[in-house]
């Protein structure tokens, strides 16, 4: 019996373990994709979306590294780029949504986006990062509200409403320019107000951390315009041509369909094994094992 007992003990460790989060994969419930950037689910050109259906195509030569979890990419902010699809009918539904990455960077120097996709009619999203007088900007872009008219000053989040689209911009001063690795997720959420506006709530959070950089506002009138071009991560593209050529080392993006809440969004930063469980599906196999010996 003691045997018996010790042998539970040892079991229930192991349990116990693997609970507590040293194994804990990371959320999946509304993943559409996921991209490890692992040198296993890289062939060629391609970049294997390990959950969905979107394989990215690898643009220049960016360089296979050392990552936050195994292997990442590493942008040279010339010509490196993955095309990442344009994520199925995932642009088409866009509104509540969640951008999440490692990414890691000591460039301070002017503008560069790390994911983002500007179509015809305004339609599209990203995340742009600026640094300015020591300061690293987060600006956070989400763009798919349309109105008649022409074109804004999407560089410099300037909106005039009388040249046709607004734009979502939401700011504030992140350092996370300085050469550390640093989880970073977007989060937007929707919603109609009393006034019957639609808006929309921005939330980034920076290694776990919540910051709400503003609440944003559109017009009663606006049109919701989906994308149907392919978003680039590494750089952004503006209706077919790639711009702001990303410096650094991005590793495990992952984009869901809802807003992660801060609980699941402290789970994915807290794990270091993306969607494996290994020791946790070893458990029965162990389980076997103790027995064998009574």
């Known amino acids: 019996m003691k045997q ?46 390990i959950w969905g259906e979107n394989d990215g195509t690898i643009v220049g030569s960016p360089k ?18 993955v095309n990442l699809t344009n994520l199925g009918d995932f642009g088409s539904q866009i509104g509540a949504s969640t951008f999440e990455a490692w990414v890691k960077t000591g460039f301070k120097e002017d503008w560069m986006t790390l994911f983002k996709v500007i179509g015809r009619d305004c339609a ?31 560089k410099h989040g300037i909106v ?25 997720v977007y989060v937007y959420e929707p919603y109609v107000d009393e006034a019957g506006r639609e808006s929309g709530v921005q939330v ?16 009663p009138k606006s049109i919701f315009i989906p994308f149907t071009e392919p978003v680039y991560l590494g750089a952004g593209n503006n209706r077919g041509k790639a711009e702001g ?10 984009i869901y369909n809802r807003p992660l809440t801060d609980a699941e969004v402290f789970q994915n930063f807290e794990s270091k094994t993306g969607l494996s469980v290994e020791p946790a599906q070893k458990l029965p196999t162990v389980w076997g094992a103790l027995k064998t010996r009574l």
């Open 4 to 49: 018996l007992i010790s042998l539970f003990i040892s079991v229930l460790t192991i349990a116990t373990f693997c609970h507590n989060g040293w194994t804990k994969s990371v959320v999946t419930d509304g993943l559409v994709s996921y991209w490890t950037f692992d040198r296993q689910d890289i062939v060629g050109k391609t970049a294997r979306d």
């Open 64 to 81: 296979i590294v050392a990552g936050q979890v195994k292997d990442a990419l590493e942008f040279d902010g010339s010509d490196d780029y």
């Open 124 to 154: 599209g999203w990203g995340m742009d990062f600026n640094a300015s007088n020591g300061a690293f900007l987060a600006d956070v872009i989400n763009l798919y509200i349309k109105h008649k008219g022409g074109e804004p000053d999407f």
């Open 160 to 184: 005039n409403l009388k040249h046709g689209c607004s734009t979502s911009n939401s700011r504030r001063f992140l350092s996370i320019c300085d050469g550390e690795w640093h989880h970073i």
């Open 204 to 219: 980034i959070y920076i290694d776990g951390e919540r910051h709400r950089p503003r609440v944003s506002i559109t017009l």
């Open 245 to 254: 050529f990303f410096r650094g080392i991005v590793d495990e993006v992952r």
